[in-house]
């Protein structure tokens, strides 16, 4: 394994740094305290591990039933390599395949086998990635169930779940002995809030924690290390890495020269994780572990960060379009940054914006200075001496019994004419369904109506998802 | 005489502009009855020559009667040259001493010798521009007696004034039969609002005028050209220009290669020159020689105003440190800037903003879209990684309990903390006479105090320049 780039550093930026000593008394109670909280017990280890041996012979009794004879299951996911977090009950397993099949057979066959797995458990979803899968309970775990290609060389995979065995394979051979590592930092990310690839999080995937855990060799070398990150870090654990990136954190995959594992990882989760784990560093304690709850706003709680904060709240509600976050959160964000830059464009001053979504009710929230403005605005025309642009824009304004002011102003003809929107609400009113930027399923829900509430109005949304989204983005403080 | 540069030019941003054909009935009838209202009688003339001439008596009288054996009266100026406006009784007396005399001498002798004509006048001030020098009025003409060398070589000038005599010189050597024209030019460019090279105007002055017309050849030659003018004009009419200049316009001084004589010209009056000159082509009418009157604002008209544009008004008033316009107008927009920028950093958001100085009071005016913003405010600390800077930040900001939140956006710390300043009012009286950036003798007349009025206690200012001022400046329209 070769050493991952070291980070650019000048002197004096560290010199206030200096990495916790990890074998403290401190430290090692702190770990210990949290570890009771978080690993597995006996009991958990041994129902899971019952259980993941019986989703396997039923996915080998469903074959066999469906005349299948080279269907190979494989438990994968943490479940798979001991570092799953205490009541976690996701076991993830695969129905392979031999990869001289097509993709449609392979998808139809394997899709087969789960559905007949599917008969035996308590309930099941059909869920969709790449291709089909099956969701199902069954005893109270959530079970996972693939169809994928057995592929012997990972260069060559053919669908991206086809990756998985070969990340279970190359952590299980790796990491023996530091499961406990994985779990610290698993739950210290939760702290941070950075744990979880989904778009919503945009933070770091327990395949990725693994990596960490075996490229620094600890949880504390993770974290001291963590501590002094700045964007542009390159870890390339076997040394093969056949791509560049440019994303603040780059962590080759070991099954895949070309594949960034922390492509996921937003700029926002790097620096969250890299600050809370300097935070760590200086003032250890196991409050890191463990983020604050966030139970939903209450009626009167909103109406006094209202009256406190002095500020316009809106929010522009709309139904579901029932797809899973990874589907409605891209376009949700979509909206929620074109709701921001028509704002701005418009002259309205934001402070935060927020989208929610589940399959109930989707919300963009925006927070402005103030939710009127005067009915006058300045608009700036082409620069006097560029026609005919400078003679068009003259001329409309010259001829507009409304204008209340012509003027050159750097150069540039500028008027002063009646605001199109005095409102924010009439703006997004206006703009949802033309101007605003939308994904497929927004715009689809959206065009089944929309409505628009302001300040206390915002008690109105019952959904108690958005309320606690709401306390989370309002109160967000680092640990 | 060399051409000038012409202007850089894409055929298609010009097509739609035509010249005016200058010798059209319209054009022609136009100009007669402008310069009917513009040009001297008979009388005037006669009456401006005769004081001129005894005015020279003066002088010389003076210099006898103090023993001064080399001063020679030199009449220039635009009553000496035939290109003054009707009813502008301004006559400028050079009193010329060899430059064989030091400057203090010349200084103080030329005083002397205007100090002794001005017992004759009806009354008499001092006024300072390099030297002292004397405004007098006599007989309903303003008179400026100034001390300067008698110097053979224009390159060798020993005071900004010894130009003077050069420059008369040199234009009415040129301007013969043409003296129609640099009257139509001038009363052109107050049709525009762009004459006057003043501080407070930064526009054309007399002498560019009349340059103008010696280049191009006519008022209409001017009017054409300037209709297509883009910043970078570089005129050099006698081919000798020694210095290159970055203003818009640059006519280099016949009489001295290193100067440009369009210096004072800021980009917007360029571009109204060219904006006036455009329009006036498209549609000829003599309304583009006689701007609007702008009587002042009366208390009814301000309070409909606010109620109108629905912005709220705000004036800082102080007293007058009683200096020449060309010395107090740089300082009061030094000051009018800096108020902006100030406000500007503090999230107000400024539709416009006014300087106004006269003798009696100074008066900085804004216009904000409100006047007062919510109590939070979100304030960009460094990056996440950039160290002591963050590490500072987060622990100044995490220790505060009026912190609203802290947390990180594009990979910097963000806190929401309290506004300092709630309402414009606030921020300025704090701001005035510690960040706001002031020139000396406004220092000075605002360390005695000022008021700041908002919104219709505007009406409080009684000073009807302000008020004409403000209404230029609201209903400011392009002809």
């Given amino acids: ?81 001991s570092t799953w977090l205490r009541g976690n009950h996701d076991i993830d397993i695969f129905i392979s395949f031999p990869e001289t099949l097509s993709k449609e057979e392979m998808g139809t066959r394997g899709y087969a086998v789960a559905a007949e797995v599917a008969k035996r458990a308590d309930s099941f979803e059909d ?66 809030g950075v744990y979880g690839s989904e778009v919503r999080n945009s933070g770091f995937s327990g395949y990725l924690s693994e990596l960490l855990v075996i490229y620094y060799g600890s949880f504390d070398n993770v974290v001291n290390a963590a501590a002094q990150w700045k964007p542009g870090i390159v870890i390339d654990i076997v040394g ?49 572990f463990f983020g604050k709850t966030c139970p939903p706003l209450s009626d009167a709680e909103i109406v006094s960060l209202l009256r406190e904060r002095g500020t316009h709240f809106l929010a522009v509600c709309f139904g579901s379009p029932q797809k899973a976050d990874d589907t409605l959160y891209p376009q949700l964000f979509k909206t929620e940054r074109s709701i921001r830059e028509i704002l701005r464009i418009n002259e309205f001053q934001v402070l935060n914006t927020l989208s929610y979504g589940d399959d109930a009710a989707c919300i963009v929230w925006v927070e402005l200075f103030s939710g009127v403005l005067p009915p006058v605005r300045l608009k700036e025309g082409p620069p006097v001496w560029v026609h005919p642009n400078g003679d068009a824009f003259r001329e409309k304004y010259a001829s507009r019994a409304d204008t209340y002011a012509l003027f050159i102003e750097n150069g540039h003809y500028m008027a002063e004419i009646p605001r199109p929107y005095r409102t924010a609400k009439e703006l997004i009113a206006a703009k949802t369904g033309t101007e605003i930027a939308l ?37 967000r403080h680092l640990s």
Same sequence: chains 1, 2.
């Fill in 127 to 192: 869920r969709h990635s790449e291709h089909p899968y099956l969701h199902v309970v069954k005893d109270g775990f959530e079970v996972d169930l693939v169809p994928c290609f057995r592929i012997a060389d990972p260069s060559a995979i053919r669908s991206a779940v086809d990756r998985t065995p070969f990340h279970c394979r190359f952590v299980k051979e790796n990491i023996k002995g530091r499961e406990d590592d994985v779990l610290l930092l698993k739950q210290f990310m939760k702290g941070a």
């Fill in 439 to 475: 994904g497929k399923h927004v715009r689809e829900v959206l065009a089944a109506g929309f409505d628009i509430f302001e300040n206390d109005e915002i008690c109105r949304i019952r959904s108690e998802g958005f309320r606690s989204a709401l306390r989370e983005k309002i109160f």
């Fill in 240 to 288: 093969h890495a056949a791509a560049s990136f440019d994303d603040p954190l780059v962590m080759i995959d070991p099954t895949d020269p070309k594949r960034n594992v922390a492509a996921a990882v937003s700029l926002d989760k790097f620096a969250a994780m890299a600050d809370h784990a300097r935070s760590f560093a200086r003032r250890p304690s196991d409050s890191f």
């Fill in 1 to 81: 394994m070769k050493s991952g780039k070291k980070i650019p550093s000048r002197e004096k930026e560290y010199a206030a740094f200096a990495p916790y000593d990890e074998s403290s008394a401190d430290i090692l109670s702190i770990k210990k305290q949290v570890l009771d909280r978080i690993r597995p017990g006996p009991d958990e280890r041994r129902r899971l591990e019952e259980m993941r041996s019986l989703l396997i012979e039923y996915v080998r009794d469903a074959a066999l039933h469906l005349g299948e004879t080279d269907v190979m299951p494989l438990a994968v996911g943490s479940a798979a390599r």
